[in-house]
């Protein structure tokens, strides 16, 4: 534990950094290296007026490694809790992260376990006139395994409820283990992530809570019929409160990448990532909201089977009655395929991004989708990119503003570089927007772009640029003044080196319009 206190304007720092021990090692078959040793600590800082800082660093300890047919040892799990604290009348800062020891490896046994990670705090502070907190934790790597007894990554989580008079900044983030991997067996899945942030302010005073989750990386894998881990998921949850000032929350989340896959072994499927309306914010100032979903990439695989890449959703719903100005965007962004020298590549991931937004005062909203790259190959042909679709909508009353902006691109083909061979077509995109006022200005756009396609190496041809149509996929509905745009491009040809390059994607647009309202 470490303090410091002290009183008028000086500034007040501590910082305390807790480790637990690595274990011994453990020889043969039938016995165990030794588990590794948890930590603990605490940290706080006090001024009167002057700046404080308190932050904790808490590492549990890894499991010792198994030789000789011996299991690894567990790696320790670490749960920090309200570790740190402090006060002042001028700038608090805080911070607390936890990290999960690692799993012991060993030779021709069973890996230890990984240890999980948790990071939360429950903080209340009236006096500060700006507070920032940060959480972070870490889930502990899998133990590795030349046999075929790799372990998985382990969890990380943190939980922040943060409460203050001034202004406000919080921000939580965790990323799961990587999943240990295999020489004679398959490779273990990626830890999740889990991170759940809220930010409560009042008065004039601004709160902005942030959120970002990484999935851990799949393990490697060895041999043929054997597949590597899959990367692991991202779960995020953000919310801002306030009075007056202005709010922010934004949620990050990102699938964590498939494992390898060496002399014929599969490669593991990159993580989804789905985020259903999990940013919020509540006061009667101006709210901005963000939401970013990016799947996984898939794991490459020399000769074998690649991963495919993780999907990508982003969908959120808002409806709003107090914030005079709500602002919302919401991005998705595939995950690319993995690639391979001859062997299969895996598919990328679609991207699906979704916002409805319905409030009292002006409401802007900005959509955006993005497919996954296809997966590129040395000795065999690309693979085709993924399909983008977004969609946005705004709706407010009065002489109010609504704007919705959207833009889509399919993914991009991948690469080849075999004689003869082809690289993939890029993918098309689909994008829809419309707004409604009662007699406030509106504007709508879609900007949709077909993926290019692949490039062609060594004689292989390029990939065909994807053909993108946009017919009737804006529309408002007002009394006042109505802007549409609709802005569609086919995907350029894929170039090749002394092959045959790709053709280039036809754009189709087309705008039917009957309005009896619209000044």
């Known amino acids: 534990m470490c303090s410091s206190d002290l009183i008028g304007s000086a500034s007040a720092t501590s910082n305390v950094t807790a480790q637990g ?65 402090g006060n002042t009348t001028g ?29 939360s705090l429950t903080f209340s502070n009236a006096n500060a006139s700006n507070l920032m907190v940060s959480l972070e934790a870490t889930g502990g790597n899998g133990g590795q395994s030349s046999g075929s007894g790799a372990t998985v990554g382990a969890q990380a989580s943190t939980t922040a409820r943060i409460t203050g008079a001034g202004n406000l900044q919080v921000y939580g983030s965790a990323t799961g283990g990587a999943g240990g991997g295999s020489s004679a067996g398959g490779g273990k899945a990626g830890g999740r992530a889990v991170v759940d942030t809220k930010a409560t302010t009042s008065g004039t005073s601004t709160a902005s809570a942030r959120s970002s989750a990484t999935g851990g990386t799949g393990g490697y894998a060895t041999g043929s019929g054997r597949t590597a881990g899959a990367g692991g998921t991202a779960q995020t949850t953000t919310r801002a409160v306030g009075g007056t000032g202005n709010l922010n929350a934004d949620t990050y989340a990102y699938g964590g990448a498939g494992g390898t896959g060496s002399s014929g072994a599969a490669g593991g499927a990159g993580g989804n990532v789905t985020l259903d309306t999990a940013s919020s914010a509540s006061g009667t100032g101006q709210v901005s909201l963000f939401q970013l979903a990016i799947g996984g990439v898939g794991g490459f695989s020399d000769t074998g089977v690649a991963g495919v890449g993780g999907q990508a959703s982003s969908g959120l719903l808002v409806n709003d009655s107090s914030a005079s100005a709500l602002y919302v965007n919401v991005q998705a962004r595939g995950g690319a395929g993995g690639g391979t020298s001859s062997g299969t590549t895996g598919t990328s991931g679609a991207a699906i991004a979704t916002a409805t937004a319905t409030g009292v005062g002006l409401v802007d909203v900005t959509v955006g989708a993005t497919g996954g790259t296809g997966a590129s190959a040395t000795a065999a042909s690309g693979r085709a990119g993924a399909k983008g679709t977004a969609s946005g909508s705004a709706t407010t009353v009065a002489n109010k503003s609504a704007t919705v902006a959207v833009t889509v691109q399919g993914g991009t083909g991948g690469n080849s570089s075999l004689s003869g061979g082809q690289a993939g077509a890029g993918a098309t995109a689909v994008g829809t927007a419309q707004a409604q006022s009662g007699n406030g200005q509106t504007a709508v756009s879609v900007n949709a772009y077909g993926g290019q396609g692949g490039i062609g190496y060594s004689g292989a041809n390029g990939g065909n640029g994807a053909a993108v149509t946009g017919v009737d996929s804006v529309s408002a509905n007002t009394h006042g003044m109505a802007t549409l745009t609709q802005n569609v491009n086919g995907g350029a ?7 045959t390059a790709g053709d280039g994607g036809k754009a189709t647009v087309g705008l039917t319009r009957v309005d009896t309202s619209a000044t």
């Open 91 to 119: 700038n608090l800062s805080l911070s607390q992260a936890a990290y999960g020891g690692y799993g012991g490896a060993s030779f021709n046994g069973t890996a230890g376990a990984s240890g999980t990670a948790s990071s």
């Open 493 to 499: 040809g894929g170039y090749s080196y002394s092959g």
């Open 21 to 85: 021990g690595q274990a011994g090692s453990g020889q043969s078959s039938g016995r165990v290296g030794g588990n590794g040793a948890g930590a603990s600590g605490s940290s706080s800082a006090v001024s009167g007026s002057g700046s404080a800082s308190a932050g904790l660093i808490v590492m549990g300890g890894a499991g010792g490694t198994g030789y000789a047919g011996a299991s690894g040892g567990q790696g320790a799990s670490v749960a920090v809790s309200n570790s740190v604290s």
